[in-house]
């Protein structure tokens, strides 16, 4: 069965905290995952410590734990890789160039068919 590596909501309405979970793919979101292994704060507040004034998101994880679940063959699925690259664990996610479909734009005066 697949693992993945995923957030798990909790908190309250607008105002969202999010575990940093292992779960197999087809369980449902909030239910008992296979370990916990961090935390997301997504909502930004001053860091206590820094007189800067800038602000921060709390992310927490037991790095550990990240790797061996990563290691095993665990899925992280898009959200939790961007938590844990900007951590470190993980290398950042390119996507590649994006091929868009060109239109040509008829000059003036032209009729459109």
Same mark, same amino acid.
């Given at each position: 069965?697949?693992? /993945?590596?995923? &957030? +798990?909501?909790?908190? /309250?309405?607008?105002?969202?905290?999010?575990? =940093?979970?292992? $779960?197999? +793919?087809?369980? $449902?979101?909030?239910? /008992?995952?296979?370990?916990?292994? %961090?935390?997301? *704060?997504?909502?930004?507040?001053?860091?206590?410590?820094?007189? !800067?004034?800038? &602000?921060?998101? *709390?992310?927490? =994880?037991? !790095? +550990? @734990?990240?790797?061996?679940? =990563?290691?095993?063959?665990?899925?992280?699925?898009?959200?939790?890789?961007?938590?844990? !690259?900007?951590? %470190?664990?993980?290398?950042?996610?390119?996507? %590649?160039?994006?091929?868009?479909?060109?239109?040509?734009?008829? +000059?003036?005066? $032209? @009729?459109?068919?």
């Amino acid at each position: 069965m697949v693992v /993945k590596i995923r &957030l +798990a909501r909790f908190g /309250k309405r607008n105002s969202p905290f999010y575990n =940093i979970v292992v $779960a197999h +793919a087809r369980t $449902a979101r909030n239910s /008992k995952p296979l370990e916990v292994i %961090g935390t997301y *704060d997504p909502i930004p507040k001053p860091d206590p410590y820094d007189d !800067s004034g800038k &602000l921060h998101k *709390d992310i927490r =994880i037991d !790095s +550990a @734990r990240a790797k061996y679940w =990563i290691g095993v063959g665990a899925q992280p699925t898009d959200t939790a890789w961007r938590l844990l !690259s900007m951590l %470190g664990i993980l290398p950042k996610k390119s996507y %590649g160039p994006v091929e868009r479909e060109i239109k040509e734009i008829p +000059a003036e005066g $032209a @009729r459109l068919r």
